[in-house]
């Protein structure tokens, strides 16, 4: 899988949830490992955020990202629409400190990104791949979210509130080219009985009955009711039953979970990688969410390169007898086993350490360790194997080692360890001479990591 881009800008305007300004934001296409970016077009020097867990400042009633004094908030709307179209790079410009919030709802930002398409782009897309059982809970409100790994991303939600109106409801998405049509047009909500106190902290001042489904669950006097409405500057409304009190009915009858599943993909978006794994969240909201984000961030910053899922039941796409065909290697100095995944700009190679190895009979007798040096050649020889794959009758070539860099060493490699080596191009090729970064791991943990470059020579 490529990442992909917007095919073109497109603009949407309206009110601000928060702040009732009218604003404008405009979404452009962006370059290869972009992510996601907001810049604050009104202010000085015009300052970009990176949509990131770790630039996250707020989540009170929405997602707020700051650097230094600029911030955005309620981005999780437009970030769930740009993340479930499989967008991974778009700079998003805006003029106030918030996002419009439109109807409540993802379907503009979606149906915009339908409009212009998308535009596939050369670099790869890097995942972050669920591999255990993730927890996060709040004490406080109970809220907790687990993450289960899973070939797709997918994603259940279930909430709680105590009102008769909105008990329990559940919601599912099981698909995401199901979005546009099953979560994006759902609103956001709230509950009558909180709009005076939001509107005291300065909040909702763009809130109206077109933009959020108001949930009427407990007995005002007709005469309060009223002077909320005057507070928020919409026409005086009589309600005497409780329920939902919108100008435009429900869409859905879980419509309330389905906007808080579109909260928690927007939120997840933060982590800056498209997710594979199911996410299981119990009354979530951006606090929980965001806590998430900010965990598999850490872990994304501590270590970049994530370990390639290695399944050894799945047939290779390069056997050993496919590997000798490709390198002129043979015993004792051939050192990759098999090729299990390949790209245009990296490869995946396995080498299965044995104590037969004839190295270990000299390092050490007492205590086997595979040599450094051999596990930078396997490395190269994986390297090797990405560069052939870019020429004709590949067999005809081979490559040679011109310069090693930056090299380290972390941990011991021992007999019975698997070590799965991913290598990639640093640059692009150029008159035969590859730039490669090569990363070797057992299991989740770095053990050798180097950049090195090769050069590919036609055969005499």
């Known amino acids: 899988m490529k990442q992909q881009t917007l095919g073109g800008e497109f603009t949407v305007k309206g009110k601000g949830l928060h702040t009732g300004l009218e604003i404008e934001a405009t979404f452009y296409p962006a370059p290869e490992n972009h992510g996601y970016k907001f810049q604050r077009v009104d202010l000085p020097d015009q300052p970009i955020i990176d949509a990131l867990a770790e630039n996250v400042i707020e989540t009170g009633r929405g997602t707020v990202i700051a650097k230094g004094d600029a911030k955005v908030s309620t981005i999780e709307h437009a970030l769930a629409a740009l993340y479930a179209a499989g967008v991974d790079n778009c700079l998003i410009k805006v003029d106030a400190p918030e996002v419009p919030i439109l109807d409540g709802s993802a379907i503009v930002f979606a149906n915009e990104i339908a409009r212009v398409g998308l535009k596939e782009q050369q670099a790869d897309k890097n995942y972050y791949v669920v591999k255990h059982k993730i927890e996060v809970r709040d004490e406080q409100t109970g809220a907790h979210l687990t993450v289960l790994p899973d070939s797709e991303f997918s994603i259940d939600v279930m909430v709680g509130y105590d009102s008769p109106v909105l008990a329990n409801q559940f919601a599912r998405l099981e698909n995401v080219a199901d979005f546009t049509q099953e979560i994006a047009p759902c609103r956001t909500f709230v509950f009558v009985r909180e709009v005076e106190m939001l509107l005291q902290a300065n909040l909702i001042k763009g809130g109206d009955l077109d933009n959020a489904i108001v949930i009427y669950d407990r007995k005002l006097p007709q005469e309060q009711l009223d002077h909320i409405a005057d507070l928020m500057g919409v026409p005086h409304k009589e309600v005497a039953d409780f329920g939902y009190i919108n100008n435009r009915p429900l869409q859905f009858d879980n419509e309330p979970a389905r906007h808080k599943l579109l909260d928690v993909m927007g939120d997840v978006a933060l982590i800056g990688r498209p997710l594979k794994g199911r996410i299981i969240a119990c009354r979530p909201g951006h606090k929980i969410n965001t806590t998430f984000a900010k965990q598999i961030r850490k872990e994304i910053v501590r270590q970049e390169l994530q370990a390639p899922t290695y399944n050894p039941s799945v047939a290779p796409l390069m056997d050993i007898n496919a590997i000798r065909a490709h390198l002129p290697h043979r015993y004792p100095m051939l050192l990759v086993d098999k090729v299990i995944e390949k790209g245009d700009s990296y490869i995946v190679g396995v080498k299965n350490v044995t104590a037969n190895e004839p190295f270990f009979q000299g390092h050490f007798p007492q205590e086997p360790v595979m040599p450094g040096v051999l596990m930078v050649e396997a490395m190269a020889q ?79």
């Open 382 to 460: 994986t390297g090797g194997l990405l560069v052939l794959g870019t020429v004709d009758e590949p067999e005809k070539y081979s490559t040679y080692f011109m310069k090693i860099d930056n090299v380290k060493f972390r941990q011991k490699v021992v007999p019975g360890d698997t070590l799965l080596f991913h290598v990639s191009f640093i640059s692009p090729l150029r008159r035969g001479c590859a730039l490669m970064k090569g990363v070797a791991f057992v299991g989740d943990k770095v053990v050798c990591e180097c950049e090195f470059m090769a050069q590919i020579i036609k055969n005499k």
